[in-house]
């Protein structure tokens, strides 16, 4: 689990497949999902597969990211523990695989042939193969010349399940707390700038920075009863109906999430 696509395909499996969110769901424009419905799914695979990285870091910090310093592709830090804890709430065993593709993901191995130049193999690396500083020579046809995983980019496919029959346990318990974030940034940046999130004006766009922030701050949130506050202080202080459900069993959320900038009695304005 430290081999980063490792990672980062048990981070997709759980905010997809092990809620109950399929592939149709995310994608199908056959399937007549409310606009805000779809939206918030999205943001549900993001923050959740975030969170998971967050937690699965414990007492360390968050898995490290592409973008961090401290970020290995091969030995990513994370926490045993608290990814046999992740395992436990989705019901899986921490030795599950989560590696597709030729050679368990890695992708298709070449090596260099003398007078040719790189030629594909099905051997498996590590195996016969081998870089030249573990002994590989293009003397005895197994020097390693550079591994490609040209369907990387769409190996998602294969832990996103195609349909769903609803969401499991662990799901609605991990949509809640994506409907509690969803809701309390895009109402919260609303509320704390006194202004609309829509729009090419500076004001606008103020929102959105603080949008982003507080999305940070969220998925960052180890307390559950902390968000669930900030969730219904922001319903509050944004006057907006609870009037949409994403699945039975749910939190109740706005279909319409914009701050309220009519006069009202309390609220300023």
């Known amino acids: 689990m430290s081999y980063w696509p490792q990672q980062l395909n048990f981070a997709v499996w759980c905010a997809t497949t092990g809620c109950g969110i399929s592939i149709r769901s995310l994608i199908d424009s056959e399937l007549k999902l409310p606009p805000q419905v779809r939206s918030f799914l999205w943001f549900h695979v993001y923050f959740t597969v975030r969170r998971i990285f967050f937690e699965m870091g414990g007492i360390q910090g968050p898995v ?10 091969i030995k990513n830090a994370y926490d045993i523990s608290s ?36 030629v594909k193999t099905d051997y498996k690396y590590p195996d016969w193969n081998k870089f030249s500083d573990e002994g590989g020579k293009a003397i005895d046809g197994n020097l390693i010349q550079y591994i490609d995983n040209s369907l990387s980019s769409k190996q998602y496919e294969y832990f996103v399940t195609p349909v769903s029959y609803g969401l499991t346990s662990a799901g609605q318990a991990r949509i809640n707390q994506s409907i509690e974030a969803f809701v309390y940034c895009i109402l919260g940046s609303q509320v704390n700038e006194r202004s609309g999130m829509i729009g090419s004006s500076g004001s606008a766009k103020e929102v959105r920075h603080e ?6 701050d969220a998925i960052a949130q180890p307390d559950i009863s902390k968000s669930v506050q900030r969730f219904q202080l922001v319903i509050q202080e944004a006057k907006v109906k609870l009037d949409l459900t994403i699945s039975p069993g749910t939190w109740l959320m706005p279909s319409r999430m914009v701050i309220n900038t009519e006069s009202t009695v309390g609220y300023n304005n």
């Open 83 to 118: 990814y046999k804890r992740i395992c436990n709430e989705f019901k899986i065993g921490s030795n599950s695989d989560f590696k597709e593709g030729s050679n368990d993901g890695l992708g298709d191995v070449y090596v260099w042939a003398s007078g040719v130049g790189p």
């Open 211 to 216: 949008f982003l922030i507080l999305i940070e």
């Open 64 to 73: 490290p990211l592409p973008d961090d310093p401290v970020f290995d592709m």
